[in-house]
């Protein structure tokens, strides 16, 4: 049987006089494409509208958008929480002995909070200071607070200094004390930004402890000295006379 769609004169003939119906128009697949995207990439008037006018409006929605529009409502609620707190804080805030317990103690719940315990003449906190601004702007979550030592202390001690303590709902839960803990003279701000995600005050995104190879340094240095004194005993040890 010959094709009512095919082209041909004899086709057109039966076209004409009603015998075969019109010839089908071939579909625009391009177009059909445009209107697809056009239709998927729609934006909903509910997601221009802040979460007051959502309520507002509420009325003037069916059954369907009322129920994508809870949904919506709290997506946005979840990503303003997210913001606000990620927000709240994004700097090194000076405090005195006075606001201790307010700011720190008494921080809101599973809050994480990164004291430091200062003195001006003691260069290393000076250094640490700078080390903390940074990471405050990097970990906004996380509440960075320094304060003088004499305000908080009295008569604390400079080979005590810096002092940096960890606290979360009111508990210490990490401190390290003195040049040595807190990443020695040389320090980087990677390295303290790991003792932090360390401890869990911060979530970094350091795959890998930057101080690695100097510890692993240290180690072998350390088992070297120990192999050297074990032979030198040894040997002290032959050459010791025999007693009888």
């Not at 039966?14 to 729609?42: N, S």
């Not at 100097?214 to 240095?221: A, G, K, P, V």
Request: glycine share 4%.
């Amino acid at each position: 049987m010959q094709d009512p769609n095919e082209d041909t004169e004899w086709n057109d003939v039966l076209r004409k006089f009603g015998i075969l119906p019109p010839k089908e128009e071939p579909k625009d697949e391009t177009e059909d494409m445009v209107l697809r995207l056009q239709k998927e990439a729609e934006v909903k008037p509910y997601e221009r509208m802040s979460l007051e006018e959502l309520k507002e409006a509420e009325d003037d929605f069916d059954e369907a958008d009322r129920k994508a529009i809870e949904m919506y409502r709290q997506q946005r609620l979840q990503e303003w929480k997210c913001l606000q707190r990620r927000q709240k804080y994004g700097e090194l805030r000076e405090i005195s002995g006075e606001q201790y317990v307010k700011e720190v103690t008494n921080a809101p719940e599973d809050v994480w909070v990164i004291i430091h315990l200062y003195r001006s003449s003691v260069p290393m906190c000076l250094l640490v200071n700078e080390h903390l601004s940074l990471l405050a702007r990097k970990f906004p979550e996380a509440k960075f607070i320094k304060a003088a030592v004499n305000s908080c202390i009295q008569s604390y001690h400079d080979r005590c200094l810096p002092t940096i303590l960890v606290y979360k709902n009111g508990e210490i839960k990490a401190r390290f004390i003195g040049v040595a803990e807190c990443g020695g003279m040389y320090l980087k701000v990677e390295e303290l930004e790991w003792k932090l995600a360390e401890v869990g005050a911060i979530e970094s995104d350091l795959e890998e402890n930057p101080k690695k190879d100097i510890i692993n340094l240290m180690t072998l240095s350390m088992q070297s000295i120990s192999v050297h004194e074990n032979i030198n005993t040894k040997g002290r040890d032959v050459l010791k006379p025999l007693i009888t």
